[in-house]
């Protein structure tokens, strides 16, 4: 009887020790699952800032691809080429947003949509910086042609 008393208080130590070691798998996984969704939301979240940042400004871009338009017939070359090749720049701008907004669309899987946000968030940030050099150059390029800067 003393032997299976031990035999028995053995099995519930060994128990409560697979029990500890697979409490602990279950709070790893569900930590890991946390901080996975975490560090998913947080770079959606960057992603989502970077559009944010500069979608207000294709109507910016709309805009002066307006104006630079209008002034077309009045200009004579070298300006002609000029104000070509900045409408050009900004509806390349343009639709490069317009065409990754359209894209867009993340996993629902944790590993892939890591992925798949960082490959996003480098092209959104190539949108961007696309986006500010056309606006930065078809606003250069207005002030170019004012009598003043002539």
Same mark, same amino acid.
């Given at each position: 009887?003393?032997? !299976?008393?031990?035999? @028995?208080?053995?099995?519930?130590k060994i128990m409560k020790i697979q029990y500890?070691?697979?409490?602990? !798998?279950?709070?790893? &996984?569900?930590?890991?699952?946390?901080?996975? @969704?975490?560090?998913?939301?947080?770079?959606?979240?960057?992603?989502?800032?970077?559009?944010?940042?500069?979608?207000?400004?294709?109507?910016? /871009?709309?805009? !002066?691809?307006? #104006?630079?338009?209008? /002034?077309?017939?009045?200009? #004579?070359?070298?300006?002609?080429?000029?104000? #070509?090749?900045?409408?050009?720049?900004?509806?390349?701008?343009?639709? &490069?947003?317009?065409?990754?907004?359209?894209?867009? @669309? +993340?996993?629902?899987?944790?590993?892939?949509?890591?992925?798949?946000?960082?490959?996003?968030?480098?092209?959104?940030?190539?949108?961007?910086?696309?986006?500010?050099?056309?606006?930065?150059?078809? #606003?250069?390029?207005?002030?170019?042609?004012? +009598?003043?800067?002539?």
């Amino acid at each position: 009887m003393l032997k !299976l008393l031990k035999t @028995n208080h053995k099995l519930t130590k060994i128990m409560k020790i697979q029990y500890l070691v697979l409490s602990l !798998l279950v709070s790893m &996984a569900i930590f890991s699952c946390k901080s996975e @969704n975490d560090d998913r939301e947080e770079l959606f979240k960057e992603v989502m800032a970077i559009h944010d940042e500069v979608m207000p400004k294709t109507a910016h /871009i709309n805009k !002066l691809s307006r #104006q630079i338009k209008a /002034i077309i017939p009045e200009l #004579q070359e070298p300006y002609l080429s000029q104000a #070509q090749t900045q409408i050009l720049a900004l509806d390349k701008a343009d639709d &490069a947003m317009m065409d990754w907004m359209e894209a867009f @669309n +993340p996993p629902n899987t944790p590993s892939k949509a890591m992925v798949y946000l960082e490959s996003e968030k480098a092209k959104i940030s190539e949108v961007r910086e696309l986006m500010i050099k056309s606006l930065s150059d078809g #606003q250069y390029f207005i002030k170019s042609l004012s +009598p003043e800067n002539n």
